[in-house]
Nanobody, 121 residues
């Protein structure tokens, strides 16, 4: 069983920055891919970024967001130059395999509960 806990969301003005964290606990193993999705009100959940054997970003965040990992099963999403259209609940995802492509394609074995990011103009 794996648990994912997101943190770091909040309210920020356009052009500002936030750093999201997702801490994974439980039996994750040594090889897994993690990533971030977001869902705005009334919209579908969309892929944002994934990290594993490779790193992927959706086009709308390239050059502004950076995904990274550390040695304690934690994934980060550094979000710079935030725009109002980035407003959404951001969800952490984990696949029990090394291929980030799976996360990019929407497959996840585990999901976090989400953290709200609100960007004002």
């Amino acid at each position: 069983q794996v648990q994912l806990v997101e943190s770091g969301g909040g309210l920020v003005q356009a052009g500002g920055s936030l750093r999201l964290s997702c801490a994974a606990s439980g039996r994750t193993g040594s090889f897994y891919a993690m990533g971030w999705f977001r869902q705005a009100p009334g919209k579908e959940r969309d892929f944002v970024a994934a990290i594993g054997s490779n790193i992927y970003y959706t086009d709308s965040v390239k050059g502004r967001f950076t995904i990274s990992r550390d040695a304690v099963n934690t994934v980060y999403l550094q979000m710079n130059s935030l725009k109002p259209e980035d407003t959404a609940v951001y969800y952490c995802a984990l696949n029990l395999g090394p291929a980030a492509e799976g996360v990019r394609e929407g497959r996840a074995d585990y999901w976090g509960q989400g953290t709200q990011v609100s960007v004002s103009s």
